[in-house]
Structure formats: structure tokens, C-alpha cells
């Protein structure tokens, strides 16, 4: 799939925030500072459509950014970084929660787990939720550059091991970096596919 066009429609709060239109989206989410707005700058090759943190929790709303004005992206807030008040934590994971569970443009979500660390239980918890709604996820480990391949195969089998055996499906695994565009085609085949 070739990216022609890629642009930031708009940010909500809420389900009534959202776009009212008929394009299929497809949500990215992880814990804070995993990589996602990278991510996202990476798959439209625009190094400025979504603004990159080094502060993690910086994402506390629904971003859209329309791809080929046929499709897309959606950067979720992050899950898990505690310095964000309680109350408005609370909110982030509502707001989270009423997107992947009742938004019917939602086609699949791409998790981002960081390849340089251990299996985490708040992903593992995540995925778990997802799996539990029935939502079409895919697993996303992001920073591969950072450290040697082998090390990030064993963080991929580690994860794989760590998931709950009750998950209804065995998720598709991709591993990605901004730095060297690692993952980039194979993503957007599988949105290709499924769209």
C-alpha cells in the first residue's frame, strides 16, 4: 500500500467527539512513551503529523488522522502512566474503554508493547480485556533499533508465553522501528488486507 496522503482531522473527548463518517479506523494503544505517535508518523512517512513526547502521557485524547482520505488512524491515550491524576486517569481509561467497545467504525487495534522490556502485567491485562470484548488486535513491538535482534525475539517469545491461555485467538506479532522503518510495509499490508 502506498500512503498518498495523510492528514490530522480532529481530537475528542468522548464517542460524540468522533468523526461522523464511514471510514474503517484502526486504533493504535500501549502504555505511555511506547511509541505511538512515532509509529503513527512512520506508517503516513510524514516525520510532523503526530507530535511526538519524550513527557510520557501526553496522548489524553482521541486523535484521527485520516490516511488516503479512505481510512484511519487513531492514536489512543496511553494506559499506565501514573503521574496523571486519578480522577483523570480514570477518564482516559472510560474514554478508552467506550471507543474499542462501542465504536463501530472500529476494524482492528495494533498494540504496542516496548521490545526492551519483560512481559508487563498491564499489557497482559489489556490484551486479555481486549481479547475478552472480542476485538481484532494485533501485537506491535516497537523500538527494535534499540537493541539486538535476539533480544528482541526473546522479549517477543517471553510475551507470547506470558498470555493468558484463555485468549480465544493467537495474535499476529510484528516488530517495528521509527529508525529504520522496520515493520512499516508489513502493517500496512495487513490494514491493505483488511480493508
Known amino acids: 500500500m502506498q500512503i498518498r496522503s495523510a492528514e490530522f482531522i480532529t481530537s475528542g473527548r468522548g464517542l460524540a467527539d468522533c468523526p461522523e463518517w464511514?471510514?474503517?479506523e484502526f486504533a493504535l494503544i500501549g502504555r505511555s512513551n511506547v511509541g505511538k505517535s512515532s509509529l503513527i508518523n512512520l506508517l503516513a512517512n510524514k516525520k510532523l503529523l503526530a507530535k511526538v513526547s519524550s513527557v510520557p502521557g501526553k496522548t489524553r485524547q482521541l486523535n484521527f488522522f485520516r490516511m488516503n482520505g479512505a481510512w484511519s488512524l487513531v492514536d489512543l491515550?496511553?494506559?499506565?502512566y501514573s503521574k496523571?491524576?486519578?480522577t483523570e486517569k480514570f477518564d482516559f481509561n472510560e474514554l478508552v474503554g467506550d471507543y474499542l467497545e462501542q465504536r463501530e467504525n472500529l476494524h482492528h487495534v495494533f498494540v504496542l508493547i516496548d521490545s526492551r522490556l519483560p512481559p508487563q502485567q498491564i499489557d497482559l491485562d489489556f490484551i486479555a480485556w481486549l481479547g475478552g470484548v472480542g476485538a481484532s488486535f494485533t501485537l506491535i513491538f516497537t523500538k527494535e533499533d534499540?537493541?539486538?535482534a535476539a533480544k528482541t525475539q526473546a522479549t517477543v517469545t517471553a510475551f507470547q508465553a506470558s498470555i493468558p491461555p484463555g485468549l480465544r485467538c493467537s495474535p499476529t506479532v510484528v516488530t517495528t522501528s521509527s529508525?529504520?522503518?522496520t515493520g512499516r510495509n508489513e502493517i500496512l499490508r495487513r490494514i491493505e488486507e483488511m480493508l
Do not use: H, I, M, R
Not at 491515550?77 to 499506565?80: L, S, T, V
Open 146 to 148: 534499540k537493541q539486538s
Open 84 to 86: 496523571t491524576a486519578k
Open 22 to 24: 464511514e471510514l474503517p
Open 179 to 181: 529508525l529504520t522503518s
Open 77 to 80: 491515550p496511553g494506559y499506565g
